[in-house]
Nanobody, 123 residues
Framework: QVHLVESGGGLVQPGGSLRLSCAAS????????MGWYRQAPGKQRELVAV???????NYADSVKGRFTISRDNAKNTVYLQMNSLKPEDTAVYYC?????????????????WGQGTQVTVSS
């Protein structure tokens, strides 16, 4: 009933930029927080950035000052602008949404994940 679709990953040189997008679709009633996580090979998934429905943001220390999260509530879309990329930013990036969706005559709150998009920073 709900899908998150990410786009914007790819290969970039150190110091370069990428912009990730994640659009949520389905019978969505409201979206609370949306965020980006990443998982590098052999490592646990970690929070990159999160934004509330009111626009409050929080970032991992490793990306502060380089990454910017934003969202378009009318489009149910969250973005991650990544600047000054480093090789250690290489990972699969996952979109996450804490949302309430409608199913029949009920609404249910749940946590959804996108399929992931690869970001590779290498010269």
């Amino acid at each position: 009933q709900v899908h998150l679709v990410e786009s914007g990953g790819g290969l970039v040189q150190p110091g370069g930029s990428l912009r990730l997008s994640c659009a949520a679709s389905g019978t969505i009633f409201t979206i609370y927080a949306m965020g980006w996580y990443r998982q590098a090979p052999g490592k646990q998934r970690e929070l990159v950035a999160v934004i509330t429905s009111g626009g409050r943001t929080n970032y991992a220390d490793s990306v502060k000052g380089r990454f910017t999260i934003s969202r378009d509530n009318a489009k149910n879309t969250v973005y991650l602008q990544m600047n000054s990329l480093k090789p250690e930013d290489t990972a699969v990036y996952y979109c996450n949404a804490d949302l309430q969706y409608i199913s029949g005559s009920y609404s249910t709150r749940d946590d959804y994940w996108g399929q992931g998009t690869q970001v590779t920073v290498s010269s």
